[in-house]
Every structure is written in structure tokens, then in C-alpha cells.
């Protein structure tokens, strides 16, 4: 057969050099697409085979090889060669597969793993079987029965981009014979490594021989293998009567050898063979092992059977129980050379999803149900076979996580328990971080960390020992033993319950990374563990025996050379972790290990990572980074430090993520057992105390670190031996007394404290560790007493988002050393003083609630703080501020201790440098009235009840108290007041019935009360969430309504499980949301878009039959009322007498010249006097902060100058709230976590944590041109702006100074800083962004409507609108005259989502004299006609109102000829004619009008108008046409109207007249829907709308 390929390939294919070699065009764009085909059906023995040239590395996976029996030369190639079908095998990485499906899962070399120059090749043999060959290798059999007649299948898939047919002829006996010689040569390399390929040394591993023996026989052959005797160590070549087809390749050799071996150790640890078959000692053939039993011995693949046990024995059957060894063995390989991989079983709990060829089980509908997730193996568990998942999805919603175990019961026959624990028999699970055998717990701490601690991506496993022991892993490391006896037949189960909503099955399918980890293995377990190990060294140098080198046992993608000072990542290229090396040896006190970073590579994000561990590396299996490692380890990472895997500070030195090739990193374990890291040999401070002695230094050349090289002269500055941070001021175990320091900042953390309390950072910082699945036992001291008139302040550096509650503070007289810390300090019953929440407590006994702060309301950056005066009262101060005074009466002159409780989503602590003597002027000070806010902590007048409510509600206490005296249901009661603006409304509960069902219901409506009947009875419905007359937004249960139709599931803490005593309020906040807050605590944004005039309103509903009013309103101070923001409705009907704004000189301030700071990201480069920044290469690492900071009310802005469509997203901005010049960049501003607010996308972000949705236009679609701004006002709100329109309040409380950040990302490569026409909001700078003029008529709302009407190009900046195009598609095929509309396209305006947002239009505006209300037609696209010269523009623009007509297609014609609306227009209801007599003027024309108008003197036409849309363009007024699309071919439903100007008074209001019973428009009342105007001249056609669906 010709060694050419087949002139049909795939479509990406070219082909050259006599159709010998294949090149895939275009490899850096595209990936598939390169199949080609032999010319010729292979012969069978002919390997046909391929030579790999070129290879890129922009992919992953890479060449893919086969045979198929589609002829190609009429085969529709798919894009790759697992697309084939109909009789196709294609071996896929290691995998095999047959039609596209998986039929092997572990088989012969890896082929991702081949490089440039390696040869592959794929042979049929003459019994039908497919080999694969990898460098002249056979890998053995890797599918059997294939038919004749087969195509050779090579894909250039992924990295591989060019092949080159070298050969097609069946393998040469010599070849083969060369092959084997070198295989053995190879092996005697490595005898130091105790790997025997053929025969054992003397004395040792007796019983490999069977294993030998058993592994020909499952090559497929039953013939009989001539048996090696003991004494030999090792044959010249293989004996020569093997047949081809039954030789063993090298890997699987290799694979059954070292497994062998690996189960010999183990069973040697667990006081069993596995193997079988002799034993290590010299006595080999008698079929013991020393004084430990022995399995009779296995051997040959012959029927028979023997009694003996020799290991060299040559009887036994491979599947006969009387070769134990060999049987065992069978099991520990068959993973291997079988098709037998676990996968979980078909059957399954009732959520379960399985995919992936049954490895991955995913939990359905995880926010809603949290168990029902049980899954097991498809096959019991074999001896010493490792059973491991990863974790690819958790939910932060529940507590308790993942379970895992296993179970004597077979999930054919199992009733599934909708959790494991649940079942009381033959079950043994690891839960948290104990363990629970049928049911009940038996071990209570099993391991270190608990399994509800673990994250995504970490790996899970288990193993069945052959003695019967279960051990469990966690990310590879071995906890021990969990269970001593367990049955013979377990099958392993995994309990998706709580959190964990999907895993998969891992399998390792690296057999160079396996047998380098045995060898390891080996290594560890030769004879002399137990005693003293020498330092590693590959040469040892006698001057210096100590020598620091890397350890040889490395990650798996790591490698050491240079005689072990050196690691590196040889494929750095093609993957980011794996890169873990440690040093040969402890570490010695006061010693520094430095190396210097050799090779970078600019693809990954993070970089090196540097620490210690108490870890032996000979006995370690090493993570995929060490940070995943959950015991005796400490590491610097980025620029914070973790201990076990958990963040103990997040701001320490300099990032090691910006380090570049050349730099150096150390560390160094001092005597007083404190660590401490340099970077290019400056020290950055102590970063952990209490470090054990003989600890290991541990290098993880993660991310952009690809090698690097250990220092030997190292000459570094000596660290300060009198560091305020460190523990020599006042040590954690030094004595506390009043006088323990002269310094004011020697308040520290006492080493006494709580049981899941961490004190780090030199007594400074306080943590609580395991914090998803501990919420107490977390209490914390002060070193030493308070003096009087002393602050002990601290900030809030962690919290998390899973429990109730969160941290409490206060002081105790009881010393540290005589207190027995409680779960929580509340529970101490003497002496001692707390604030939890809002409540003062004394002795664990509250005192008085609603002091003047909540601390669970506090957030992470904020500062809390204590102070006894000299009197005995304690003050509280939140960020500085005095709260007043919490009570009086502490004991005067007796010690007292601060007491910092890290309770529920508190997490972690530190001191501040504001600790220590204040102003002493709070010490005497009087109790005042302000210091007790008796009713509520907003100062003011308690809210109360209107008169108007449900028929079975009662109100006492004038108003303030409302009471159900019947039945479940009437009870629904208003707010007196409407709301103001972040006004809150808040009852707590007095009475609960518990015969009812249900609870209260809470919201905000739009129905005001005053307008009800004096008639309780007559005028509301009996529940809120029945209550459609006006727009009503309601909180019932957990569900979020509007209307009663649900608008959202799953919010907050549900109200049906509230009791006496809780509080429940609402408030509508500046951003147009609803929030509900539960006991103080803001359960979000429940609703969007809510209407401005609202009320607040609750249902006494079920369960709840009794509330009282705990808030007050708002006080407004005459002396300090606010200035309108920039977005505020300052603006009324009643304000029209004001001066525009035009008219007012706008008050200017020094304005600031703003450049971007020299400090930035990587990617970026600064030109133009650093005015403008681009992003020059990735698509990251391009943050950006302005040198100067934002003043008050001065708008920083700047345009994007390009985009790159290749990327996804686009850019982020924002503010930061300290000084950029110091600041470590991250990759993105996403993970900037302090003191940030960032608009991405159409969110805001405080932190990283989203605080606001749907605010503002998508930035992701802001194109080329687009001028974006932002703004502190007056408030410390942030505004943004997009092309001069402001969006409105974004956040809250930003601190000054801050500074303008910008993150190019993505898509958006370049901005620049817009300087000219610098001004102060409301100065000419901004005016002459705007269009026009603004006149009185035009401010309206304190918003100028520039949008709809002439604007500057500028502000309708999506000049590429698809929709906005495919309107003007159906306006051509109208065929409409071009003169009628305006020859200025800006004029013309897309109302469709993103546009409108893009722009920051208002739903609703004000227009005429006097205003009124109209509504944007979002959804439909306007455009402008040409006003007739004879009409009044300015008058009609400034004066008239404004409305829409829905009409036909039929009637545009004509009506645009009259140029206004008309009598006989054909529209469905807009020209009637109508009699004057009537009601109110007006009458229903009578039947058959419109055939004959009658006379006009007595009829006038009658047009019917909106104020909305939402009514003028129902199908019923502007019926739907169909058209095709001459661009998409796509067929279109298309709507016609106009907009119009109204004159006032000539028209009337009116009711709908469609019979709608629904609300058509939130702010327009259905009986105030319909205008109907008679005036021929009172209308002015200006816009023609169309809306597409």
C-alpha cells in the first residue's frame, strides 16, 4: 500500500510533497477541520504512520488518530474525526472511541503529550484487533473485531497543525528486537530506583514474576509464558516464542510492574499481601511473608490450580480464587487494561442529573431543594482502588455540603434515602468533618477541616483497603484511617446534599506523572524509613553537606535540574499549576531560602508562591498548587498570606503577581518561631508567629513562573528585632497588666481565646477558621486592661454571606486568664457589658434596644470601636463617630477588658492605629435624651397608621398600634404619609395565632389611601396580594410580587417564620428599588422601577394578628436641607414661576486637570501627556487610576477610542477610596476588594460584591465614541455619566478622597481623558454638552428632556442599532415619501432597551403649560417628520402636550398628506365621526357612519390620543402587518403610530374603552388613560413610530 493520503480531506486541509504531507491553514484561528485519510484500505499488519512537524500551542487537545470504513471519496467530512460514524475507531488522547463514543478510558501513551518529531501509527492485526504505535511502541490492543476493509483516519486537531506520512509496512522482527534491548537498557538506568522490568534482584519482590506472568495473559493471549526464575536478575531479551500480538508494550509494562509494587507496599502497611504469590523475604517459595499471612501463590494462565505458594509457581488460574495473588493483582490493573472504569450507576436519587458518560451527577434545581442528591459507583469498590471526585459546583445558600462513603448495599435493590445518613444499615459516611456509620456519628473530628470548607475544584476520594481499613483523601493528601473494618463489597456513594450541586469522577490519565508518584512511593517506603534521612543531593559537595536543594519528588508538571537548584515547568505554555517543589531539607533556624526567578511566561494570571510546610516531600503527595494544602503550611501568595489554605492577611508586602524575570523571593523561619518573606531582599515584615521548627521550604511555580533557582550567597539586610507589628512589644504570652506599655498602640489580642479563634499578624488580627461551617465559639480578648478615656478600636476585614447575625463587641471585668470562653459572650452571666445588634446587654441580659447603632448592619471595611469614661459609662464609636452612651454604671477604677465576639458573618478582625487614649471631654458628660433614642434610631416622629384599612383591622395607640380582631384575612393596613426617598417604614410583631397559616405581607403601593371609600369594606381587597387597583409591589413569604403576579422566588429570610418580637421594614430607595429589611438587616433589592409617590403597606395576614410601629420620619433640619442631586425630581407643576436654569449663574469651582498615575497595570502604556492609556497586549491586566483625586461635584470624563471585537465584555470604572500610589494591581478590578465601587455591565459592585442590578446602560455595548463620566456630588453619591446624560445615584458614602478608576478590558483597548471645557455640574462645561436651549417647559421634574426632541449626535451614541436598522427597513417598503420626514437623521430616535439605557432616558416627562405626564415609547423606534412651515414649532414644542395615536399601515398615506389626524383615516378607532348631543358632549357614532358622513354642521370628527404607548399601541388601535425582511429573509410582525403634540384644552380625559381590568401603564389610572380631542387644528404630527417584533 502507497504511504500517501487521500486527495478528499477536511476543509481546512492542504495538501503537499506527493500527498505525503497534511497542513491545517489557518491553526491560530481555527482548531478542526483537518481530517485526511489513507488513499488506500490498510492491509492488515501494515502500521500506517505519521510524523508530527508542527505544532502550536494556542489549543488544547492535538493529533487524533484511527481507521474508519467510509470510503472518502464520498465522505462529508465533519469538523473532527470523533464526528465519525458507521465504523470508525479513534484513539483520542489516551481514550478510545467507537462512532464517538467512549469504549476505553484509559489506554496506551497520551497523545495530547507528543511533541514535534514523535511518530504515531495505527495497525489492524490479522485477529481484527487495533494497535496504536507511538515512536516504533506498540501500545497493545485497543479494540478487537474490526471488519477489513479500513481507511487510516489522521486528525490534525488542537496543537497539531502538520503531519507527514513516513511510513505503511507491517513492523520488522529486528525493529521490534531493537526496541525491547533498549527498553531493558533503559531499565538498568534506573535500578537505583528499585524498578525490575523483567525478573527481581535477589531476595526481593518474589512475587513480581507472577505479575509478570499475569500481565501477558491479559495481553490477550492464553498461550503459556515461560516463567523467570528468582535467580536471575534479569534476561539479555525477551524469550523469543512471544508472538507479536502478545508482547507486553513498555507503558503497559511499566503500568502492571509499579501498580504491583505500589499494592506490595501498601499491604505491607496494612498488614496483608496483596500480591500474593511469595513474598519480600528470601523465602519466597514457601508462601509466607515473614510472621504476616500470604495468599497462595498465583501463576500461570494455564486452568489448573496448586496448592503452592511459590511466588515463582507457575499453576493458578488469573480469574481462579485459588490465585489470590493473582487475582488481586487483576484488580489493582484492571483499570487499566480493562474497560471497567467506575462510573456512578444509572440509578440514582431523584434530583439527580448524570452526565458525561455517567462520570459527572449534578443536583437539579439546587436553590430550591438541598438533598435528594445520593449517587453511587456503578460497581462495588476493588482492594486498594482509589474512588475520587472533584467538586465542580457549590451554592452558597445552604449549610452542610458534599457526603461521602460507602455502603454494602447495590443500587439496583436500594430505595434511595433522600440523604445517606438516613440510612441505618451497611453505611459508613464521611460528613463534615466526621465520621457517621449507619446513621449515627462515631468519630467526631475525623480530619483537620471539614468537607463543608472545601471549594470548587478541590478533589474528594476514598479507598477500601485489602484489609479492610477506609481511608479517606482530600485533595490526594490521606486523613487515615476512617473505619478499621469495613465488609469485603462496599459501593462508593456521594451525597450531593446542601451546597454541593456537581462533581465528577476523576481519572488519572497520566502514566509518566503515575509512575514517577510510585517511584516516589517506593522511595518512601524503602527499608530505612523510620530513621534519619540524609539531605537529598545528586552531588554531594563535601565542603558543604547542607546544601539547600530542591527535593526530587516535584509536581507532576515539574521537573529539577542543574543538580537540584533549579525547578522549572517544562510546558509552561500549556498548563498553570502542578508546579510544586520543596527544599531536600528542613529548613534551619534564622535560614533563608531565596531563589531567583529565571523564566516568565505571559499567559497565565498569578505568578510564584513562596512559604513553608512541616510537610516531608519524600512522604507528601504533592496538590496541584500548595495552597490547596489544609495543614502545616504557610505561604505568601499575591500579596496576602494563607495558612492551611485559608487567608490569615490580606495586605501584606509587595505582590509577588507583578514580579518580573530576575527577582528574587525569600523566606526565613526565626528562632521565636515568627516568619518572614523578602522580595529582592528587602524584608516585608513578619507574617506569622508560633511557625514550628523543622519546616520545609516550598516554591509553587504557579501562573507566569516557569523556573527558577535557589540562591546560595545570601546577603540580606537583618531584620528588625523591634517591630511595633511584631510580637516582641507585647508578646502573646506576655503577663497583661494596666501598665504593660508606654506605648498608646500596645493593644493587641490575648493569646486566650475561643476555640475556633486564630489570632495572627502579631496579636493584631483575629479570624475565626472554619467559617462556613462554624458560626461561634470565635471570642477574643484585649492583652490588658482598658485605661479610662481609652479607644480599643477594630475594622471588619472578612465577612460572609451565610449566617444570621454578625459581630459583637463590648468589655468584661472578668480577667482572660480566669474566663472560660462560652459559645458566645452573651451567655456570661457577671460582669460584663455587650452591644449585639442594637441591643445593650448586661450579663447576658438585654438592657434597652435601638441604640443608636446596629452593628449587624456593619460591612466590611467598617471600624467599630469602645470607651469607658472616667464616670463608668461605655460609648460606642461606628467609623469614628460617637453613638452616645450605651450605659452607665461600670464599675470605676475596676479593670474592664474589650471583648470582640466573631459571631456569624463576621470573620475576621484587626486592631486599628486609632486604639488608645481619646479626648477626654465624652468622660464626664451627661446623659442626654439624644443619647437614648427611646422609639427608633432615626430621630423624629413615630410613623403611623392611615384611618383607611381592612374591614377586621382595629387601631390603637393613636395609629401606631394595628390589630386583627377576626378571621385570617381583611387586615390589610397603609402607611399615614406617603414615603420619602430611603425613608423607612418598619413594625415588629406583637401577637402571633399559630391556628392560622400564612404570616404577614409587607410591600409598597402606589394606592393612596385617601382616595378609598369611607367604607373599609367596599374599597379593599381581603389580601394584599389581590390588590390590583393600582400598582402594588408586596414581599408575601420568600416571594417577591407585583400585582400578585410573582416576579421573583427565593428572596431573603421568609416572613411566614416570624415571631413576636422580630421587625420587619420597608423602604423605596434613591435608585427606584424596594428593599425589606428583617430585625435591621437589608435583605436587598427586592423589586425595580418602583413609582416615586408610594405607600407603605402590610397585610395583618394568618399567623400575624398584631403589629406595632417601631420608625419614625424623617425630620427635615431648615438649617442643612440637602441641595438637589443631579437626578433629583426637585421640580413640580407648582414651580413653573422658577428661572431656568439656563438663567442662574452656576456656582464654579478651582477645577482639577485630571492625568492617569504613572502606577498601573502590566498591559498598559501611558502617551499623550498620560491623557490617554491603551491596553498593548492580553486582554487583561489594564487597570487604570487617575494621579489626582475626584473634587466634590466636578465630572471626570473620557472617551473610548477603540474597540477589539475579538474579545468578550468590555470596561469597568469606577472610584477607589485610598491612595492609588502604593496599590498592587490585580489581573481585573474585580478583585480589587477594598474600598472600591465599580460599574460593570449594568451592575454596581462595592468590594467585588454586587450591590445594585439593572442600573444604567450595558458599558459592555458602549461603542467607539462613547464619552462615559463620573461624579461625587455634594451627597457622597456617585453618579455616572454616559455622553453628558446622567444615569443617576450609583452608590452611596463615598469617602474623599477618592480617586477615578478604569479597567480596560476586553473589548476596550484605548481611552482618553476628555480635558476640554472642564466645569462643575451645572457650569458651561456641561451645558454645552447638551442641545439647545433648555427653556422653563423643558426642565420639568428637574429633567431636561434633551432625548426626545433635537438631540446633539452625541447623545445617541449607538449609532449601529440592529433594530434601529431593521425599522428603517420596513419604513422603505412603505414607499412613504422622503419629503414628509426630516432630511437630519440625528433626529431620528430608537427607543429599544439597550439605546434608551445607553442614553439614561427616564421612563416618564413632563411637558406643556401646564405640565403633564407623558410616557417614552420603549420598544418602538421614532422618525422625525418635517414640520410644515405655517405651524408654531417653538410654541407647539414648548407649550403643548404630548401623546401617541396608534393607527394602521392603510391610513399613514393620507394622514401624512393632511399632515395631521383626520376624519376617515381608516384606523381602527382613531376618526369617528360623532354627534355633538350626547354626554359630555359626546356620543357612539351611530352604526354604519362611516359609509355616509352626515352633515357637518352637526357631527365633528373624533380622535382618539394616549399619553402612553403601552394603550395607543395595542394590537386593537394599530393592528400588526407581516413582512419579510429584504436583508434576513426573515418574516416580522410590524406596528405603526404617531407621536404628536396636543394643544391643552382641546381635549378631554377619559376612561380606557377596551373593558382592561389590569392596569395598562404604572402611571397613568385607566380612567385616565384615553384622550379625546375634536379640534381638527389641536393636533401636530412630529414622529412616525414603528415598533418590529
Request: charged letters at 20%.
Amino acid at each position: 500500500m502507497a504511504a500517501e493520503l487521500h486527495p478528499c480531506s477536511g476543509k481546512l486541509i492542504g495538501l503537499s510533497n506527493s500527498n505525503r504531507t497534511a497542513q491545517r491553514n489557518q491553526p491560530v484561528q481555527e482548531f478542526n477541520h483537518g481530517l485526511v485519510l489513507s488513499r488506500e484500505p490498510l492491509k492488515d499488519r501494515d502500521v500506517f504512520t505519521v510524523r508530527i512537524d508542527k505544532k502550536v500551542n494556542s489549543w488544547s487537545g492535538s493529533i487524533e488518530i484511527g481507521v474508519t470504513s467510509l470510503d472518502p471519496a464520498g465522505l462529508d467530512f465533519p469538523s473532527s474525526a470523533t464526528g465519525l460514524k458507521g465504523g470508525s475507531w479513534i484513539v483520542s488522547g489516551c481514550s478510545v472511541l467507537r462512532d464517538g463514543r467512549s469504549v476505553l478510558e484509559e489506554y496506551g501513551r497520551d497523545l495530547d503529550q507528543l511533541s514535534e518529531g514523535d511518530r504515531v501509527g495505527i495497525q489492524r492485526s490479522t485477529h481484527g484487533d487495533l494497535h496504536l504505535w507511538v515512536n516504533g511502541q506498540d501500545c497493545g490492543a485497543a479494540a478487537s473485531g474490526l471488519p477489513t476493509g479500513l481507511w487510516a483516519v489522521v486528525d490534525l486537531y488542537g496543537k497539531c497543525t502538520q503531519v507527514t506520512v513516513v511510513s505503511c509496512e507491517p513492523p520488522s522482527l529486528a525493529e521490534r528486537d531493537t526496541e525491547r534491548e533498549t527498553v531493558e537498557e533503559r531499565e538498568q538506568e534506573d535500578e537505583e530506583e528499585e524498578v525490575v522490568v523483567c525478573g527481581v534482584r535477589e531476595g526481593e519482590f518474589g512475587g513480581l514474576t507472577s505479575a509478570v506472568n499475569l500481565a501477558a495473559a491479559t495481553n490477550g493471549t492464553l498461550e503459556e509464558v515461560p516463567v523467570l526464575p528468582p535467580t536471575h536478575n534479569r534476561p539479555d531479551k525477551f524469550p523469543n516464542n512471544l508472538e507479536p500480538e502478545t508482547v507486553l508494550t513498555e507503558h503497559q509494562l511499566f503500568d502492571v510492574l509499579n501498580n504491583a509494587i505500589v499494592s506490595l507496599y501498601r499491604s505491607e502497611d496494612n498488614g496483608g499481601g496483596d500480591l500474593g504469590g511469595g513474598g519480600i523475604g528470601r523465602d519466597s517459595g514457601t508462601g509466607s511473608r515473614g510472621d504476616r499471612g500470604s495468599s497462595s501463590g498465583g501463576g500461570s494462565v494455564n486452568g489448573n490450580s496448586s496448592d503452592s505458594g511459590g511466588g515463582t509457581g507457575n499453576t493458578g488460574s488469573v480469574n481462579s480464587p485459588a490465585g489470590g495473588g493473582g487475582a488481586r493483582l487483576g484488580a489493582v490493573t484492571g483499570g487499566m487494561l480493562t474497560n471497567d472504569a467506575l462510573l456512578f450507576h444509572e440509578k440514582c436519587g431523584t434530583l439527580i442529573k448524570l452526565s458525561n458518560n455517567n462520570k459527572t451527577a449534578e443536583r437539579r434545581r439546587p436553590l430550591d431543594e438541598f438533598n435528594n442528591g445520593v449517587v453511587m459507583t456503578n460497581r462495588p469498590l476493588r482492594h486498594n482502588e482509589m474512588f475520587e471526585i472533584r467538586i465542580d459546583k457549590l451554592v452558597d445558600k445552604w449549610s452542610g455540603s458534599i457526603e461521602i462513603g460507602v455502603t454494602t448495599h447495590n443500587p439496583n435493590n436500594l430505595d434511595y434515602p433522600a440523604t445517606m445518613t438516613n440510612l441505618r444499615s451497611g453505611t459508613i459516611m464521611m460528613s463534615g468533618c466526621g465520621i457517621l456509620t449507619n446513621g449515627k456519628g462515631t468519630r467526631r473530628e475525623y480530619c483537620e477541616f471539614s468537607l463543608d470548607e472545601l471549594q470548587e475544584g478541590d478533589h474528594i476520594g476514598l479507598m477500601h483497603k485489602a484489609s479492610g481499613a477506609l481511608h479517606f483523601y482530600i485533595n490526594g493528601i490521606d486523613q487515615g484511617v476512617a473505619a478499621a473494618q469495613t465488609p469485603a463489597v462496599v459501593y462508593a456513594v456521594v451525597d450531593l446534599y446542601g451546597m454541593a450541586v456537581k462533581v465528577t469522577i476523576v481519572h488519572n490519565h497520566n502514566h509518566s506523572d503515575r509512575l514517577r508518584r510510585n517511584n516516589a512511593i517506593m522511595r518512601a517506603l524503602s527499608p530505612d524509613v523510620g530513621r534519619p534521612r540524609p539531605a537529598h543531593s545528586l552531588t554531594p559537595d563535601p565542603d558543604t553537606p547542607d546544601r539547600l536543594l530542591f527535593h526530587s519528588n516535584c509536581g507532576q508538571k515539574a521537573a529539577i535540574i542543574s543538580e537540584g537548584r533549579t525547578a522549572l515547568r517544562p510546558h509552561a505554555t500549556d498548563d498553570f499549576n502542578h508546579g510544586v517543589v520543596l527544599s531536600g531539607r528542613p529548613l534551619h533556624s534564622n535560614e533563608v531560602f531565596q531563589v531567583r526567578i529565571d523564566k516568565m511566561v505571559d499567559k497565565w494570571a498569578g505568578s510564584i508562591e513562596i512559604g513553608v510546610t512541616t510537610h516531608n516531600p519524600a512522604y507528601l503527595q504533592l496538590p496541584s498548587t500548595m495552597t490547596n494544602l489544609r495543614s502545616g503550611t504557610w505561604m505568601m501568595t499575591g500579596n496576602g498570606v494563607m495558612h492551611n489554605g485559608t487567608t490569615i492577611l490580606d495586605e501584606y508586602g509587595h505582590n509577588l503577581d507583578r514580579l518580573k524575570a530576575g527577582d528574587t523571593v525569600g523566606v526565613v523561619r526565626k528562632e521565636d518561631g515568627s516568619l518572614h518573606f523578602f522580595v529582592n531582599g528587602v524584608a516585608q515584615g513578619p507574617a506569622a508567629w508560633n511557625v514550628p521548627p523543622s519546616v520545609y521550604a516550598v516554591v509553587d511555580l504557579y501562573g507566569q513562573a516557569a523556573q527558577a533557582t535557589i540562591m546560595d550567597d545570601v546577603d540580606l539586610p537583618p531584620l528588625p528585632e523591634d517591630s511595633s507589628e511584631g510580637p516582641t512589644v507585647m508578646s502573646p504570652s506576655s503577663p497583661c497588666s494596666v501598665a504593660g506599655g508606654n506605648s498608646a498602640n500596645d493593644l493587641r489580642f490575648h493569646q486566650l481565646h475561643g476555640t475556633n479563634a486564630v489570632i495572627t499578624n502579631g496579636g493584631r488580627t483575629a479570624l475565626r477558621q472554619n467559617c462556613r461551617s462554624e458560626f461561634n465559639d470565635a471570642i477574643v480578648i484585649s492583652n490588658r486592661c482598658l485605661r479610662d478615656g481609652e479607644l480599643f478600636e477594630i475594622v471588619i476585614q472578612k465577612m460572609v454571606d451565610r449566617w444570621s447575625g454578625s459581630i459583637e463587641a463590648g468589655v468584661t471585668a472578668i480577667r482572660p486568664e480566669e474566663l472560660e470562653f462560652p459559645n458566645t459572650m452573651t451567655d456570661i452571666d457577671y460582669d460584663t457589658w455587650m452591644l449585639s445588634g442594637t441591643a445593650i446587654m448586661q450579663d447576658g441580659n438585654t438592657m434597652r434596644n435601638n441604640y443608636g447603632c446596629d452593628l449587624d448592619t456593619l460591612t466590611t471595611g467598617s471600624r467599630i470601636g469602645m470607651m469607658r469614661s472616667a464616670t463608668g459609662d461605655l460609648h460606642y464609636y461606628i467609623n469614628g463617630v460617637d453613638q452616645g452612651v450605651a450605659c452607665t454604671g461600670l464599675p470605676p477604677g475596676k479593670e474592664v477588658y474589650a471583648v470582640i465576639d466573631l459571631y456569624g458573618q463576621c470573620v475576621q478582625v484587626s486592631i486599628t492605629s486609632s486604639s488608645g487614649p481619646q479626648d477626654n471631654s465624652l468622660c464626664t458628660s451627661n446623659i442626654t435624651e439624644r443619647s437614648f433614642p427611646i422609639h427608633s434610631p432615626v430621630a423624629g416622629v413615630a410613623h403611623r397608621l392611615h384611618s383607611k384599612h381592612g374591614k377586621n383591622v382595629v387601631l390603637l395607640g393613636e395609629g401606631c398600634q394595628a390589630v386583627r380582631v377576626g378571621g385570617y384575612a381583611h387586615g390589610i393596613v397603609f402607611s399615614a404619609k406617603e414615603l420619602k426617598t430611603d425613608e423607612l417604614f418598619e413594625v415588629k410583631i406583637d401577637e402571633v395565632d399559630d391556628q392560622w397559616s400564612g404570616s404577614l405581607h409587607m410591600g409598597l403601593t402606589t394606592l393612596a389611601p385617601p382616595e378609598l371609600p369611607s367604607c373599609p369594606m367596599s374599597g379593599l381587597s381581603p389580601t394584599l396580594t389581590q390588590l390590583r387597583s393600582k400598582v402594588t409591589w408586596l414581599l408575601a413569604g420568600s416571594e417577591v410580587r407585583r400585582n400578585g403576579l410573582l416576579q421573583r422566588q427565593n428572596y431573603g429570610a421568609s416572613l411566614d417564620r416570624l415571631t413576636v418580637g422580630n421587625r420587619v421594614g420597608v423602604k423605596r430607595c434613591s435608585d427606584d428599588t424596594m428593599h425589606v429589611l428583617i430585625d435591621g438587616e437589608d435583605m436587598g433589592p427586592a423589586a425595580t422601577a418602583v413609582a416615586k409617590n408610594v405607600y407603605a403597606v402590610l397585610d395583618l395576614y394568618g399567623r400575624v394578628t398584631a403589629v406595632s410601629i417601631v420608625s419614625s420620619s424623617v425630620l427635615e433640619d431648615a438649617g442643612s436641607v440637602k441641595a438637589p442631586s443631579l437626578s433629583s425630581d426637585s421640580c413640580s407643576e407648582g414651580e413653573e414661576d422658577r428661572m431656568p436654569v439656563e438663567g442662574g449663574e452656576p456656582a464654579l469651582v478651582p477645577n482639577t486637570v485630571m492625568a492617569f498615575l504613572e502606577n498601573h497595570g502590566k498591559n498598559i502604556q501611558l502617551s499623550h501627556e498620560n491623557l490617554t492609556a491603551a491596553r498593548v497586549s492580553s486582554y487583561n491586566q489594564g487597570l487604570l487610576v487617575t494621579a489626582q483625586p475626584l473634587p466634590r461635584q466636578q465630572l471626570f470624563q473620557f472617551q473610548i477610542d477603540r474597540l477589539n471585537a475579538s474579545w468578550t465584555s468590555s470596561l469597568s470604572l469606577g472610584v477607589i477610596g485610598h491612595s492609588p500610589d502604593r496599590l498592587n494591581f490585580p489581573s481585573t478590578a474585580c478583585c480589587l476588594k477594598r474600598s472600591v465601587w465599580l460599574l460593570q455591565r449594568d451592575s454596581v459592585f462595592h468590594n467585588s460584591l454586587k450591590i445594585c442590578e439593572n442600573y444604567g446602560p450595558n458599558l459592555d455595548t458602549c461603542p467607539e465614541g462613547t464619552v462615559l463620566g463620573l461624579l461625587v456630588d455634594g451627597n457622597s453619591c456617585l453618579h455616572l455619566y454616559v455622553n453628558g446624560m446622567d444615569q443617576g445615584v450609583a452608590a452611596q458614602d463615598i469617602p474623599t478622597p477618592c480617586y477615578p478608576l478604569i479597567d480596560l478590558y476586553g473589548q476596550c483597548e484605548q481611552v482618553t481623558i476628555v480635558t476640554n471645557n472642564v466645569a462643575t455640574v451645572g457650569g458651561e462645561g456641561i451645558k454645552a454638552r447638551c442641545q439647545g436651549d433648555m427653556e422653563k417647559a423643558d426642565m420639568v421634574d428637574g429633567i431636561k428632556e434633551s432625548v426626545c426632541w433635537m438631540p446633539h449626535p452625541e447623545v445617541n451614541p449607538n449609532k449601529t442599532c440592529e433594530y434601529q436598522a431593521l425599522c428603517s427597513r420596513f419604513k422603505d417598503l412603505l414607499t412613504l415619501p422622503d419629503g414628509y420626514f426630516n432630511e437630519d437623521a440625528k433626529y431620528n430616535l430608537c427607543y429599544c432597551e439597550s439605546c434608551h439605557k445607553l442614553r439614561g432616558d427616564e421612563s416618564y416627562y413632563k411637558r406643556g403649560e401646564p405640565p403633564r405626564d407623558y410616557a417614552l415609547p420603549f420598544g418602538w423606534c421614532r422618525f422625525a417628520l418635517r414640520i410644515k412651515p405655517h405651524c408654531d414649532v417653538s410654541n407647539s414644542f414648548k407649550q403643548w402636550h404630548i401623546a401617541y395615536h396608534g393607527t394602521s399601515v392603510g391610513a399613514l398615506r393620507r394622514t401624512l398628506d393632511h399632515a395631521q389626524l383626520l376624519s376617515g383615516t381608516s384606523s381602527i378607532f382613531s376618526v369617528s365621526p360623532v354627534k355633538m348631543e350626547g354626554p359630555n358632549g359626546y356620543s357612539e357614532p351611530e352604526e354604519n357612519s362611516s359609509n355616509s358622513l352626515p352633515d357637518r354642521d352637526r357631527e365633528v370628527p373624533r380622535v382618539q390620543l394616549s399619553p402612553t404607548m403601552r394603550y395607543s399601541g395595542l394590537e386593537m388601535f394599530a393592528p400588526k402587518v407581516q413582512f419579510r425582511d429584504p436583508r434576513s429573509h426573515c418574516c416580522h410582525q410590524a406596528q405603526v403610530g404617531f407621536q404628536v403634540c396636543v394643544r391643552p384644552g382641546s381635549y378631554k380625559v377619559g376612561p380606557q374603552t377596551l373593558g382592561a381590568i389590569e392596569p395598562l401603564d404604572p402611571r397613568f389610572s385607566n380612567t385616565e388613560i384615553e384622550w379625546i380631542t375634536k379640534d381638527q387644528g389641536g393636533t401636530l404630527l412630529y414622529g412616525l413610530l414603528i415598533r418590529v417584533e
